[in-house]
């Protein structure tokens, strides 16, 4: 009888931890759903949040539901920003990269809301002077240049900015428009207050018609598409 009473209480005291061991495995998996979702891989976090909603313990989780939506929807924004970005379209890539970061403010494209900025700064400027008036000329400089404060704002730190600012200035003299300058230094958007912090390739001025287009690289981060790894 005790030997049985003694079987008994192992046999009971191993499903104890199976199920214990189970239920850990089985959080374990939706944590690296999660991790996977942060870091961006959001095929793999698609597919992981999959398969943690077929397990009883997370059918009832809203989260997980949730999540295999957020994962797709994070997939979606991550292609049109690169494809947008790719052809140099920036305002729907920019828009498309806020609602991203809105999902998941650690993305790894996050870095490149500001150097679109500066693109779209840098497309302006290099435009300028294809303008039919000087006035016209005059107003997409100082466009430019708000863009440039704006790429500051959103934490951009290029030494390049504060040159392609100083340019831009400068050629809105050039124009000869009345109260240009005055503008300028109304406008505290449009004054040069930047910091030069890190030396890199300067952005070219349009100050001649015949002046190279400035060149701004965006480089989105690499969205892993394989599969999620088995467990």
Same mark, same amino acid.
């Given at each position: 009888?005790?030997?049985?009473?003694?079987?008994?209480?192992?046999?009971? @005291?191993?499903? @104890?931890?199976?199920?214990?061991?189970?239920?850990?495995?089985?959080?374990?998996?939706?944590?690296?759903?999660?991790?996977?979702?942060?870091?961006?891989?959001?095929?793999?976090?698609?597919?992981?949040?999959?398969?943690?909603?077929?397990?009883?313990?997370?059918?009832?989780?809203? $989260?997980?539901?949730?999540?295999?939506?957020?994962?797709?929807?994070?997939?979606?924004?991550?292609? $049109?920003?690169?494809?947008?970005?790719?052809?140099?379209?920036?305002?729907?890539?920019?828009?498309?990269?806020?609602?991203?970061?809105?999902?998941?403010?650690?993305?790894?494209?996050?870095?490149?809301?500001?150097?679109? #900025?500066?693109?779209?700064?840098?497309?302006?400027?290099?435009?300028?002077?294809?303008?039919?008036?000087?006035?016209?000329?005059?107003?997409?400089?100082?466009?430019? @240049?708000?863009?440039?404060?704006?790429?500051?704002?959103?934490?951009?730190?290029?030494?390049?900015?504060?040159?392609?600012?100083?340019?831009?200035?400068?050629?809105?003299?050039?124009?000869?428009?009345?109260?240009?300058?005055?503008?300028?230094?109304?406008?505290?958007?449009? $004054? #040069?207050? %930047?910091?030069?912090?890190?030396?890199?390739?300067?952005?070219?001025?349009?100050? $001649?018609?015949?002046?190279?287009?400035?060149?701004? @690289?965006?480089?989105?981060?690499?969205?892993? %598409?394989?599969?999620?790894?088995?467990?």
């Amino acid at each position: 009888m005790k030997t049985l009473r003694f079987f008994a209480s192992m046999l009971a @005291i191993a499903s @104890i931890s199976f199920m214990a061991f189970g239920q850990s495995t089985r959080t374990y998996l939706l944590q690296e759903a999660d991790d996977y979702f942060k870091s961006g891989r959001y095929w793999d976090a698609f597919f992981l949040y999959r398969e943690c909603a077929k397990l009883p313990e997370f059918q009832s989780e809203s $989260k997980v539901t949730d999540q295999i939506s957020y994962s797709s929807r994070a997939l979606f924004l991550t292609r $049109k920003f690169q494809d947008f970005a790719a052809i140099r379209r920036y305002e729907p890539a920019k828009s498309n990269l806020i609602e991203l970061i809105n999902l998941n403010p650690n993305d790894p494209n996050r870095g490149q809301l500001p150097r679109i #900025t500066l693109a779209q700064g840098a497309e302006l400027h290099r435009l300028a002077w294809r303008q039919p008036t000087p006035q016209a000329t005059a107003d997409m400089l100082k466009r430019a @240049i708000a863009y440039y404060h704006q790429a500051i704002r959103e934490g951009l730190i290029d030494a390049s900015i504060a040159t392609s600012i100083k340019q831009a200035e400068a050629s809105i003299k050039d124009t000869g428009v009345k109260d240009a300058e005055a503008a300028i230094n109304a406008d505290p958007l449009l $004054k #040069t207050n %930047t910091t030069p912090a890190q030396n890199t390739a300067p952005v070219a001025s349009p100050r $001649k018609a015949g002046t190279a287009p400035p060149e701004v @690289i965006i480089l989105p981060g690499t969205q892993n %598409t394989s599969q999620p790894k088995k467990n």
